[in-house]
Structure formats: structure tokens, C-alpha cells
């Protein structure tokens, strides 16, 4: 198995993306903590991988708090012993265009996507360098390499700025066998886009700009994470995985 005897923690672990990688993190070995702010579907997941032989714990988290990441590191390494990989997985999209958006409507989603995943990171290194390096993944988008107009402003800030911390963490960090890459999936099936999907106008439009001709899967991203989450990918750091469909190649 991939991830046989690492732990790690998934932070927004209770659905969709995140869920899929909780659920194949634990088929591939890992033990497996992680976060959210969904607590019923976080405790049934955590309860599904214990009922198949697995190991999981669910943690509370709101990724913007300082304390809550605290609490959720210290409580993984004082039930698994170690902790040998992040995700940083959890994030919200947002509406308007630029002269549209409160800012509160900004700090929102920056906080989320952006502020969350430092946070993630700065909490989790001391946990990394006793256990003598490991792996941080964090979740951007192809809106982080490319803009489009049918999305917010800041959101596609938020993931770009994933994208340019994830090189900052990864060239100040390799020295302690630290490394971080970063992911960038397109349009996924999840319960985060289910609006746009349901919507045949939008759904069309998005589909139109996605050469394969389709949504992406949660699993489709699983598997890119999964990658840069073992020791198979023990060579690349400050790197991008694009998990697109084809949509940055246009």
C-alpha cells in the first residue's frame, strides 16, 4: 500500500474532494485525521473507514482559527503518534464581479482559502520536522494559473495565492525534507459546484471550456494528492499538479 504507516490530516475531510481523499488516504495504508466544519458527515465518515478496518478520526475545525488547527494537530499526533503529511484541502467559492464584492465578501473567502492554508501549514510544520519531514499538498485550482470571467475575484485571488505560498513554503522548508506542491483541479463534481451544475446555461458553458468534455471526479483529484502525498513524488517540491480536463492547455 501507498501510504502504509504515514498519518496524515485532511482539512475540510467531510465531503467531496476531501472526502474522496480521506477514503483513499485509508485504502492506500495512512491513518488518517482530519477536519471540518460539517461534524455530522464527518463523524458518519470517520465511522465508515472504522467499520471497513481503516483508521480515521474526525476533528472539529474551523480552518480560520489558529486555535482550532492547534488543537486538531495535537490531538492527531496524541492518537496516531506522528504526523508525516498535510492537505490542505478545505476552501468556498464566491460570487460577484470585482466592483460587486464586499469586503467582507473578500475576507471571507480569502480567510478560507488562503489564510486557512497558512495557517494549516505554520501548525503542522513543528509536527513534520519530528517525524523527520513529510508532505504538504495544498488544494488550489486552475483559477489559480489562469483567470476566467465567470468566477469571482476572490476566489481566483485566494487560489493563486496557494499557488505562490506553496513555492514559498517549498524552497524554505526542503532542507528538512519538508516538501510542498500544490494541485490544480478544474471543474469537479462536488457539493461545492453543484449550483453551477444544476444550472443547464452554466453547466453547458463550463463543459465547453473543459476539452475532455467533462466535470472531473473526486477521485480524479484523490489520485493527483495521493501522489504527491507518497514517497513516489520524493523528488518534486514547489511543483504544480494540474488535474484539469485540459483547461490551462487551451
Same mark, same amino acid.
Given at each position: 500500500?501507498?501510504?502504509e504507516g504515514k498519518v496524515a490530516f485532511i482539512s475540510?475531510?467531510?465531503?467531496?474532494?476531501?472526502? +474522496?481523499?480521506?477514503?483513499?488516504?485509508?485504502?492506500? /495504508?495512512?491513518?488518517?485525521?482530519?477536519?471540518?466544519?460539517?461534524?455530522?458527515?464527518?463523524?458518519?465518515?470517520?465511522?465508515?473507514?472504522?467499520? *471497513?478496518?481503516?483508521?480515521?478520526?474526525f476533528l472539529t475545525l474551523d480552518v480560520t482559527s489558529?486555535?482550532?488547527?492547534?488543537?486538531?494537530?495535537? +490531538?492527531?499526533?496524541?492518537?496516531? /503518534?506522528?504526523?508525516?503529511?498535510?492537505?490542505?484541502?478545505?476552501?468556498?467559492?464566491?460570487?460577484?464581479?470585482?466592483?460587486?464584492?464586499?469586503?467582507?465578501?473578500?475576507?471571507?473567502? @480569502?480567510?478560507?482559502?488562503?489564510?486557512?492554508?497558512?495557517?494549516?501549514?505554520?501548525? =503542522?510544520?513543528?509536527?513534520? $520536522?519530528? *517525524?523527520?519531514?513529510?508532505?504538504?499538498?495544498?488544494?488550489?485550482?486552475?483559477?489559480?494559473?489562469?483567470?476566467?470571467?465567470?468566477? !469571482?475575484?476572490?476566489?481566483?485571488?485566494?487560489?493563486?495565492?496557494?499557488?505562490?505560498?506553496?513555492?514559498?513554503?517549498?524552497?524554505?522548508?526542503?532542507?528538512?525534507?519538508?516538501?510542498?506542491? *500544490?494541485?490544480?483541479?478544474?471543474?469537479?463534481?462536488?457539493? @461545492?459546484?453543484?449550483?453551477?451544475? *444544476?444550472?443547464?446555461? $452554466?453547466?453547458?458553458?463550463?463543459? !465547453?471550456?473543459?476539452?475532455?468534455?467533462?466535470?472531473?471526479?473526486?477521485?480524479?483529484?484523490?489520485?493527483?494528492?495521493?501522489?504527491?502525498?507518497?514517497?513516489?513524488?520524493?523528488? @518534486?517540491?514547489?511543483?504544480?499538479?494540474?488535474?484539469?480536463?485540459?483547461?490551462? =492547455?487551451?
Amino acid at each position: 500500500m501507498r501510504l502504509e504507516g504515514k498519518v496524515a490530516f485532511i482539512s475540510g475531510g467531510a465531503r467531496g474532494m476531501g472526502a +474522496a481523499e480521506v477514503r483513499l488516504f485509508a485504502a492506500e /495504508g495512512a491513518s488518517v485525521a482530519f477536519g471540518d466544519v460539517l461534524e455530522a458527515e464527518g463523524e458518519a465518515l470517520a465511522d465508515e473507514i472504522q467499520a *471497513s478496518g481503516g483508521q480515521a478520526l474526525f476533528l472539529t475545525l474551523d480552518v480560520t482559527s489558529a486555535d482550532q488547527w492547534q488543537q486538531a494537530i495535537d +490531538a492527531t499526533e496524541a492518537r496516531f /503518534g506522528r504526523l508525516d503529511i498535510l492537505v490542505n484541502n478545505a476552501g468556498v467559492r464566491g460570487s460577484g464581479l470585482v466592483e460587486d464584492v464586499s469586503v467582507e465578501e473578500w475576507d471571507r473567502v @480569502m480567510n478560507i482559502n488562503a489564510k486557512g492554508v497558512f495557517l494549516g501549514t505554520k501548525t =503542522a510544520l513543528p509536527a513534520l $520536522r519530528r *517525524s523527520g519531514g513529510g508532505s504538504i499538498v495544498n488544494i488550489s485550482s486552475q483559477l489559480g494559473l489562469v483567470g476566467v470571467d465567470n468566477s !469571482s475575484s476572490q476566489y481566483q485571488a485566494s487560489k493563486g495565492a496557494v499557488r505562490i505560498f506553496t513555492k514559498a513554503t517549498a524552497i524554505q522548508y526542503a532542507g528538512e525534507g519538508i516538501r510542498a506542491n *500544490s494541485v490544480h483541479p478544474g471543474p469537479v463534481a462536488t457539493p @461545492m459546484t453543484e449550483g453551477g451544475r *444544476s444550472d443547464p446555461q $452554466r453547466y453547458n458553458t463550463t463543459v !465547453s471550456r473543459i476539452p475532455l468534455g467533462r466535470y472531473g471526479q473526486p477521485e480524479d483529484v484523490a489520485y493527483g494528492v495521493l501522489f504527491l502525498a507518497s514517497d513516489e513524488s520524493s523528488f @518534486m517540491t514547489g511543483s504544480e499538479l494540474v488535474i484539469d480536463g485540459g483547461w490551462t =492547455a487551451q
